[in-house]
């Protein structure tokens, strides 16, 4: 299959030095891009501004950006047969971009935002019978959260994660995950490392697609 992997944070400019970003490492999206690359699909992965190593085998776009990364999916969008979208998008963005650095003097302690994209929502008239897998990030309300986001996305299938555990989330090798399918099924899988979650997922896509490794 084609698959289409987003990863990793977006950063939205403040100024040339200045951006408001998130915690994602990009951990869990590069180990699911890697495992589908070693399980014979061809993958595309648009990643956000991370530090780790390209997977081989895999066609990296580098976007920094929510309205980058929006670009690069709508491109991608068309040859795919599945789109996972474990990035951490930016919700919000400075209204201006200051094309030079801000100085602290000139500076109320204010600054204006505005949205970005919801890339999910913006692409879902495009979805055709390709299979969308959204991630939820919570601190609170975890399952009701991804429910909710499952149905307003438009979603097959979405992995919820509480960010607030320590050993689940940001930046570390493992993770404690639930899935949710649209026929309302919830899984919970114990704490793994996010290699394990990423082989487990991608064996839950291919089974979904009817798809048997050649
Ligand atoms: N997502 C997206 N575009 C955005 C924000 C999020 O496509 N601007 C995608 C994420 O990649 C993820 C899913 O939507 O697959 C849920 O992201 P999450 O950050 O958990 O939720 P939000 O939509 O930002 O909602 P909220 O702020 O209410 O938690």
Redo the contacts with the bound molecule.
Sequence with gaps: MNILV?AGPTRESIDPVRFISNRSSGKMGYAIASAAHSRGHSVRLVSGPVSLPVPSGVDVVSVES?AQM?AAVVESLPKCNVLI???????WRPGTVNTRKLKKHTMDGCLLLER??????EIRPLKGDRLF??????THDVIA?AER?LKE?G?DL?IANDVSARDSGFAVDTNRVTLIDTRGNIERWPLLSKTEVAKRLLERVERSCCWTRP
Excluded: N
């Excluded at 897998?133 to 919570?138: I, K």
């Design positions: 987003t929510a929006h979208m474990s990035a951490a998008v930016a919700d970005t994209t919801d890339i999910l929502q897998v959204g991630f939820a990030a919570e959260e986001k996305k979603l979405i």
